[in-house]
């Protein structure tokens, strides 16, 4: 790349997106805003508070402002309206004439296109299933991870548990939390994710990024990841925790790998991951022991040769157009179970052409995968994980009544912590101490409370799942999973419907 | 072929080895060739060694290897020394986590994948992605190797890999390395390195014995002349191959090339964080 040095300079600033404002009747001048903005987009100037640009909308300030006196703003449209040419376009085309950078993002695509989600609806039963008070009656919600045997075997009366079949990992509702690496997120927050998960009785992934010695004591808890950066990999990274997954793809970013910058490799980071000091950790874009199904299940028997055959081991990938047939390599090669993450799901640090334009929505990719494996008479071995972009509890069921055994949350985790998702996490400043590595930041995160939080937010949505499956007239998530009869499609494309085996709105049982 | 055993700590033992391994005082001989089964699967010469292991051996002999997988993955018994007789299979010595393994014959691919510190010693060529990822420890090979050796080799604290090839690498050799020392000889003649030498690269260091040319370079990559540190780092590696394998390296050091990342921070300025 070369730069030539412009004769004249025109500064090209982009207009501001946000602006907080005061009411300074009731300023208290006391400043914890403009101490507290790790965005430096207030400033204390002749004895008042006044913006200084550069603010995205974190809200810290508004949720440490003693007098409520604090209000952002979006900055109305700066450019001449066009149908075509929306802001960010013209935003992106001027930054990018200035930098010559690639456009770096985080947190899962922004971009208004609805989710396909949003178009499906549920069932309830009616006269004929009666409906069941969860309250009142069991409603079981235990999930297993792990690969199932197939068949029982019955001898004399007894169910008989085959010695040579990996244990499955019990967890008491059918969700997990997805893969975020220390790097990626601080110590207080993964902290946090990790003594949630034990408190909830599901699992956590690891992210690649290593595991802190501090962290072992959760390990029965942790799915321990394995990318292509095979980041601090050590013996009790494999043999003591609960799973073991190899990372193939990320939904916000498929096929491409990782770069955590050189300023966010610090002491802490580079004894957890074994990477050099201060140098750009890169995860590179494949596996390069991995060119094919077969190299992919060399590192599944070579991960359960090091095991012991005493844990799963799963195999996560992104949403691509060709997810179905990419799962069934995946439970041939011996995967245990495996992670389907949609192109809405989270990231610390995307470009951003990729984040928005490369995979598939997780809920078409769930009906494919489930479809395909069942086609295959492969389904009902393996567990089927998904997530990317989950928001709520009824995501979850539908992603559930789509075919999924479990359920993938990450950002919706964040969210309970305290994350506003303003997508700035590839700037390592988060104001919550969430996305950061300063360690002034990261100390305003209490992992008991930011526990605490995802805890009843996720015993929520476990109650909520019941009170559906109750009105379904379903007294076990077992009997949800991949029953799409219970879901229906009111979206303005019906093949969308057809792709996902789902009935259109209207269209009964017969 | 004999069922597959996959031994989970179940009360039982089971009776893998039965026939092939014996141990006097703490040193273990599993001779495959005595096996009913051959060849011995996988799983179960892996089965065997690890009951070895569990029985505190300082050594442990394998005769007749014929292409088993895996073997040694997440070894971490110190000070345990494992001889291989024949011809292990990929991923030998995966996570490896102290021992030191002496292969006496060829290795396959992805030998030392992810070790973490041991040794592997290879009298014979070892191929392709040997010392994936390596982070610590040492894998010396007497003859050639593959293509895309070294690759992603990092060091961290007192923590430094080092792999020294006595004949040629091929292409990718040292690709998207962050650490550690690589050494080619290129003793049998013939180029020493293929093409795109170190490509990525953002750390550590690939020394090569001859010639190396722009074209051979991949990106991220540059020849420097050996500081008297490296010429020292050079020597005590020469050492170790001459001791492992009874070789007398000639020690010229005006004949080395040495491949260092021009950048640690490859992708420093390369993103537009503009908030758009």
């Known amino acids: ?510 | 072929m004999k069922a597959v055993c996959k031994p989970k700590g179940h009360a039982h033992e089971c009776d893998c080895g039965k026939e092939c391994l014996s141990v006097v005082g703490d040193r273990a001989v599993i001779d495959l060739d005595l096996s009913p089964t051959r060849p011995m699967h996988y799983t179960t010469l892996n089965c065997v060694m690890r009951k070895a292991m569990r029985r505190g051996c300082s050594s442990i002999e394998l005769k007749g290897v014929m292409g088993q997988r895996y073997l040694a993955s997440t070894a971490s018994t110190p000070g345990l020394y494992i001889a291989v007789h024949g011809t292990p299979g990929n991923d030998l010595g995966a996570f490896l986590n102290g021992p030191t393994i002496e292969v006496f014959g060829n290795a396959q691919d992805m030998t030392g994948n992810t070790m973490n510190s041991g040794r592997i010693i290879v009298h014979g060529n070892a191929w392709d992605v040997t010392g994936l990822a390596a982070r610590g420890g040492q894998i010396l090979v007497q003859g050639d190797t593959g293509y895309r050796v070294g690759i992603h080799m990092k060091e961290f604290g007192g923590s430094r890999p080092t792999m020294v090839i006595g004949g040629t690498a091929k292409d990718y050799l040292g690709e998207y390395m962050a650490g550690g020392t690589v050494l080619v000889l290129g003793l049998n003649g013939g180029s020493p390195v293929g093409r795109s030498l170190g490509a990525g690269m953002h750390g550590g260091r690939i020394f090569v014995r001859g010639k190396v040319g722009p074209e051979q370079l991949g990106p991220g990559a540059a020849i420097s002349p050996l500081s008297p540190e490296d010429e020292r780092e050079v020597r005590g590696l020469l050492d170790e191959f001459n001791k492992a394998f009874g070789t007398e390296v000639p020690d010229d050091m005006g004949g080395y090339v040495k491949v260092a990342p021009s950048s640690s921070r490859p992708f420093f300025g390369y993103y537009d964080k503009t908030n758009v």
């Open chain 1, 1 to 510: 790349m070369s730069e030539t040095p412009p004769t004249k300079r025109l500064d090209h600033r982009l207009p501001e997106r946000f602006v907080p404002t005061i009411n300074y009747d009731l300023c208290r001048v006391c400043r914890r805003c403009v101490n507290d903005c790790s965005y430096q987009a207030l400033e204390f100037r002749e004895s008042r508070v006044v913006p200084s640009g550069g603010c995205v909308a974190c809200g810290r300030c508004i949720a440490i402002c003693p007098a409520s006196c604090i209000e952002i703003r979006p900055v109305p449209p700066q450019f001449a309206p066009h149908g075509n040419w929306s802001e960010r376009s013209r935003r992106s085309i001027l930054a990018q004439a200035s930098s010559g950078g690639v456009l770096l993002s985080s947190c899962g695509a922004d971009d208004p296109n609805p989710a396909i989600f949003d178009d499906l609806l549920l069932d309830a039963a009616q006269v004929t299933n009666p409906s069941i008070d969860p309250l009142r009656e069991p409603v079981e919600t235990v999930t297993y991870l792990g690969r199932r045997p197939g068949r029982l075997e019955v001898y004399d009366g007894k169910v008989i548990v085959r010695e040579d079949d990996t244990p499955l990992i019990r967890m008491d509702m059918p969700l997990m939390f997805g893969h975020i690496s220390l790097g990626s997120i601080s110590y207080n927050a993964q902290k946090a994710l990790f003594m949630a998960a034990k408190e909830l009785n599901i699992v956590a992934g690891s992210g690649e990024g290593g595991l802190h010695p501090d962290f072992y004591q959760y390990a029965d808890r942790i799915c321990s990841e394995v990318a292509s950066g095979r980041f601090g990999i050590k013996p009790e990274y494999l043999k003591g925790v609960a799973a073991v997954e190899i990372k193939i793809g990320q939904g916000a970013k498929p096929g491409h790998g990782g770069h955590l910058p050189g300023e966010k490799v610090t002491t802490m980071i580079s004894e957890t991951r074994m990477i050099p000091l201060g140098t750009d950790a890169l995860s590179p874009y494949p596996h390069h022991d991995i060119y094919s199904i077969e190299d992919l299940a060399q590192l599944i028997s070579v991960l359960k040769e090091s095991t012991e055959y005493r844990l799963p081991v799963g195999v996560k990938i992104a949403a691509v157009h060709n997810v179905g047939a990419i799962a069934s390599g995946l439970v041939r090669a011996g995967a245990d179970f495996l992670t389907v993450d949609g192109f809405k799901g989270g990231t610390g640090a995307a470009p951003r052409v990729i984040r928005d334009h490369a995979g598939l929505p997780v809920e078409v990719a769930i009906a494919a995968v489930d479809r395909r494996l069942t086609q295959e008479g492969l389904r009902n071995r393996v567990t089927v994980c998904a997530g990317g972009g989950i928001r709520s509890s009824a995501d979850m069921i539908k992603a559930l009544a789509l075919g999924a055994d479990v359920v993938m949350v990450s950002t919706s985790a964040m969210v309970a912590m305290g994350c506003r998702v303003c997508q700035q996490c590839h700037r390592g400043l988060c104001s919550w101490g969430i996305a950061t590595q300063r360690d002034d930041l990261t100390a305003r995160l209490d992992p008991n409370l930011a526990a605490a939080r995802i805890v009843r937010l996720f015993r929520a949505w476990n109650e909520e799942l019941k009170e559906v499956l109750g009105a379904m007239g379903i007294d076990a998530v077992e009997s949800l999973v991949g029953n799409r009869d219970r879901l229906r499609y009111r979206g303005p494309n019906p093949k969308i419907a057809e792709v996902m085996n789902v009935k259109h709105i209207g269209e009964g049982w017969g």
